[in-house]
């Protein structure tokens, strides 16, 4: 069973969204899985403006490149440079050093509960 | 996953060792296990099993499978030794590459010829076609054959631990691109040094029954030595790597030999008129237009197949695969390029999804062993 954390909310495109201010935002486990070996992060930068439902960066894995979506409208606050630099933290650790950015949030997207997207998953599988 | 997909006789193992599966020329394989990355460098540091039985196995036997292979193959068959093996390519009367392919040669008067797997079912029926009139029988043995290859360092010491007392100098004497008949694991087995990790490496063929056992003793003797099961997303990497094409990316039936880089493989020596023959004297004699290429770029972002290659702006090629080299920690790619930006050292583009990034045209392989 895949790990989804019942404390995170969870965009429809596998971010996943806590409870601080500014938010701090990653990839689910979900995403992780599917994706592989995570080898590069192309990430919003400190200051920009986010658009929650629109392309925020990339994700290069291996064997594919995938969009990141932003979960939430507003302003990154920070990135984190060690996952930048160490993009496998993505795949060792989805919820924790392998966080990818905060944003002080403007507006939110369409979040789901755990439970809302453990359920999404298993209907898409 | 169609109902038509195929599963080796390994299929349950690569299910119970938590393998995610993917399709590759009309069979369900593993993709990896765990970590692609963890996979490619347990091979180039220690050793990895991989499941290949989705590759063909054509048996060509008679008095006349020499001449008939010379023939129906650009390389010359012929001329190798029992025991030993060779890399070749079948073409059509065009030139185009319908498949690359090993050879070993058992007998005087008997190969067995191992296609990809996508290409197997071709390869068999140009065989068969390209047999008549010569005194040989073309055996499909395809869908009774298994094959696992260890590959890395630790693979002797593997290999050592598995074969009998008196056949460990076999094993250590077997020379790259050779073959014997050895019994691991208590299996009879064709015991091949080849692979397509840019490793050292052994490739056992065996009837499906013995597979599971054969696969089972190799995971367990390998354990004590960093031995982990590899899917293909890892055995891309490492072809990659060691700059060895891949049918369908780097080779088609668009390209001849000349473009590939795999001139020397084609032998106007022999004496056979060979399927192509014509059409490639010709095009060794004009020479190509473009070339594939070897490319390094900087930073972590690879460049992958289909992306444009570019110079000041034109587009003066197309990358065929690509990766962040796990090994080397840069991005490395193949790819088609315009002859006069071919040489090593020429700077070009590649177009990032819509994000030019330099790149420089460098000899393959970009990992060799020991270096």
């Known amino acids: 069973m895949t790990n989804i954390p019942s404390h995170l909310r969870y965009s429809a495109e596998h971010e996943w969204v806590d409870e601080s201010s500014p938010v701090r935002i990653g990839l689910s486990a979900v995403a992780v899985d599917a994706l592989g070996d995570v080898v590069y992060l192309d990430l919003p930068e400190a200051g920009s403006t986010v658009t929650a439902g629109e392309v925020c960066g990339e994700v290069e894995s291996t064997k594919s490149v995938s969009e990141l979506f932003a979960p939430v409208s507003g302003t990154v606050a920070e990135v984190n440079q060690e996952v ?8 060792s650790d989805p919820y924790g050093n392998g966080w990818l950015f905060t944003v002080e949030v403007t507006e939110e997207g369409e979040l789901l509960t755990a439970e809302q997207y453990a359920q999404a998953q298993e209907e898409q599988a | 996953m169609t109902d ?47 499941d290949l039985s989705h590759m063909g196995e054509v048996r060509v036997s008679g008095p006349d499978a020499a001449t008939f292979l010379n ?16 890399y070749s390519l079948i073409c059509t009367p065009e030139g185009g590459i319908i498949d690359d392919l090993i050879s070993y ?22 065989l068969q076609e390209r047999a008549a009139g010569f005194d040989v029988t073309v055996a499909d043995e395809s869908a009774e054959t298994s094959l696992v290859a260890v590959q890395g360092p630790a693979a002797q010491t593997i290999l050592h631990e598995l074969v009998p007392a008196e056949q460990r100098e076999l094993v250590t004497e077997l020379k790259y ?13 064709l015991l091949a040094r080849t692979g397509y990790t840019g490793e050292d490496g052994f490739e056992l063929y065996v009837p499906n029954a013995q597979a599971a056992p054969l696969w089972q003793a190799l995971l367990e003797a390998g ?34 030999p000349y473009e590939a880089g795999l001139g020397p493989v084609v032998s106007f020596k022999k004496e056979e008129d060979f ?25 972590r972002r690879a460049a992958r197949g289909h992306y444009p290659v570019s110079v000041d702006g034109s587009v003066v090629g197309e990358v065929t695969s690509g990766a962040l080299s796990p090994t080397l920690g840069y991005p490395i790619a193949m790819a088609y390029v315009d002859n006069a930006h071919a040489e090593p050292g020429t700077e070009v583009q590649v177009d990032l999804r819509g994000k030019p990034l330099p790149f420089e045209v460098v000899s393959l392989p970009f990992y060799k062993r020991g270096e």
């Open chain 2, 4 to 50: 038509s997909t195929k599963h080796t006789a390994l299929h349950d193992e690569h299910a119970a060792l938590g393998a995610s599966f993917t399709d590759f020329g009309g069979w369900d394989m593993p993709l990896k296990y765990g970590s692609e990355l963890a996979e490619h460098r347990a091979v180039r540091t220690a050793a990895g099993l991989f």
């Open chain 2, 275 to 299: 399927v192509g023959r014509a059409a490639l004297e010709a095009r060794r004699a004009d020479g190509v237009s473009r070339k594939l290429v070897g490319l390094r770029g900087e930073g």
């Open chain 2, 71 to 86: 023939t129906a193959l650009a390389g010359n068959l012929a001329a190798i030794a029992v025991g030993r093996a060779k």
């Open chain 2, 223 to 256: 354990q004590a030595h960093g031995l982990i099961p590899c899917g293909l997303a890892s055995r891309d990497s490492l072809r990659l790597e060691a700059g060895m094409p891949l049918y369908g990316q780097e080779l088609t039936r668009d390209l001849t």
């Open chain 2, 105 to 126: 040669r058992l007998a005087e008067d008997e190969y067995l010829v191992v296609p990809n797997a996508g290409n197997a079912p071709t390869v068999l029926a140009a």
């Open chain 2, 177 to 189: 691109y050779s073959a014997a008949a050895a019994t691991v694991a208590g299996t009879e087995v």
């Open chain 1, 84 to 91: 930048v630099d160490e993009p496998g933290l993505v795949n």
